[in-house]
């Protein structure tokens, strides 16, 4: 389960707020010390820095959406550290992958994106997999992201949900395994091997 942060690992030389009153600008006094720290509904999620399989799968989807969306002029496809603000739910996220419409195109100075991106990613670790698949999931559906990948290198699979076009409920969109090719209702003519996404059995 994901660690959550608690004054007791944090610097004694600041005051630090109970769990469920974290704010943006407490966020901002955090240390820069390679962990990722986020903040979801007041509370403080920490995860240290991930495993092999996790950036490799990181890279690879990153790659192909990145090929992808620029090929057609989609938008921008960028990685984590990059703030996310879902407004009155999580200030900030920082998923694995996130993709922005070229109709909301970034400032060049942009420090953070505000609102639900198009499409977002986490590839699945041992130490983020349940907030991951419920309490992101919940997050991101709630703020109205249009669609979630839920990429697991464990199992080699990429489960994909999917806001339907005036609801608020992910439905799946399917679970994709190894020896298929995953389709996306956000990104239409995407093709992946799933298998091309992880890294290679021996």
Known sequence: MIRQ???AVLPTTESWPTQGNWTYDDY?????DGRRYEIIKGVLYVTNAPAYDHQYA?????????HFIEAKALGVVLTAPFEIHLPGIARPVLPDILFIGAARALPDNARFFEGA???IVEVLSP??????????????????VPEYWLADPKTRTVTIYALPI???EYVLHGRFGPDEVLTSPQLAGLELPVASLFLPTT
Not at 128 to 139: C, E, F, H, N, P
């Open 117 to 119: 991106p198009d499409l």
């Open 28 to 32: 901002l006094r955090l240390p820069d």
């Open 127 to 144: 130490s983020t997999i349940r907030v991951d698949q419920s309490l992101k999931l919940d997050a991101y559906e709630q703020a109205g």
């Open 166 to 168: 005036g609801g608020q």
């Open 58 to 66: 990181v890279s690879k989807i990153f790659y192909a959406l990145m």
């Open 5 to 7: 942060a608690t004054p």
